[in-house]
Nanobody
Framework: VQLQAFGGGLVQPGGSLRLSCAAS????????MGWYRQAPGKQRELVAS???????NYADSVKGRFTISRDNAKNTVYLQMDSLKPEDTAVYYC??????????????WGQGTQVTVSS
């Protein structure tokens, strides 16, 4: 399964960005989709995740500022990021977990998109 992420860029503190990530290929079903980020010198961390039933989970650092959503018909996950802070600067990666066939699982990553929050 291929994941293509879009929407990164440079934004001032307090600004907003919307990331999107579309999954394509041999997909039977997608269970979980999520966004992770990795800042220079730090480990990759979970930002937000969403299940096929729209149960959402957020890192404490982004609660109240970021919103994850998904369009199951389009196999796409979104991350609306508001009130951005310099510490949100990182490469953001999307992830999807599901079934390629009724018996074959996948756990794949997008290529990453840079988000830079700076004045």
């Amino acid at each position: 399964v291929q994941l293509q992420a879009f929407g990164g860029g440079l934004v001032q503190p307090g600004g907003s960005l919307r990331l999107s990530c579309a999954a394509s290929g041999r997909i039977f079903s997608i269970n979980g989709m999520g966004w992770y980020r990795q800042a220079p010198g730090k480990q990759r961390e979970l930002v937000a995740s969403i299940t096929s039933g729209s149960i959402r989970n957020y890192a404490d650092s982004v609660k109240g500022r970021f919103t994850i959503s998904r369009d199951n018909a389009k196999n796409t996950v979104y991350l609306q990021m508001d009130s951005l802070k310099p510490e949100d600067t990182a490469v953001y990666y999307c992830n999807a977990i599901g079934l390629s066939t009724m018996t074959t699982t996948f756990d794949d990553w997008g290529q990453g998109t840079q988000v830079t929050v700076s004045s």
